[in-house]
């Protein structure tokens, strides 16, 4: 039975081929993919590669679990199985499943501050402090 397994902090320049170049040490890779942006197409530093057997699974968790990759200590383990995904927007990510609640009209039945009738100057009139007694 295939173990995949996930492999962080990989050097943003390892390409799918290396990584699995780099685990047949361990065993037999069935597959090894990084994975990428997919906008940008560059490396997120992460991956997963597929080994033939758990005993190989094991054998490179064991084995190559915190050594050096390509000038970075890498980290090696099972995999978890990927997690339910809601329906997919089409909203840019920034504001999807944002928590700011939706703008709402300008609502102007709430009284603010206001003004008393003999507080307020007519139109083209100075108005006044008047003076204290």
Known sequence: MNVKLY????DYGV???QLGEYFAQAG???SAT????????????????EMASEDEAKK???????????GRTIVVNEARPPRERGPQSSMPASSAG???PASQPF????????LQPDEIAEPGTK???EPAE
């Open 127 to 129: 108005s006044e402090p």
């Open 34 to 49: 990084v994975i990428t942006d997919r906008y940008s197409g560059r490396s997120k530093g992460f991956g997963f590669v």
């Open 28 to 30: 037999t890779v069935v």
């Open 107 to 114: 609502d102007d039945s709430q009284p603010e501050d206001t």
């Open 15 to 17: 390409t799918s081929d």
């Open 98 to 100: 944002s928590s700011q």
């Open 7 to 10: 492999v962080g902090n990989l």
């Open 60 to 70: 490179a968790i064991e084995t190559l679990n915190g050594k050096e990759f390509q």
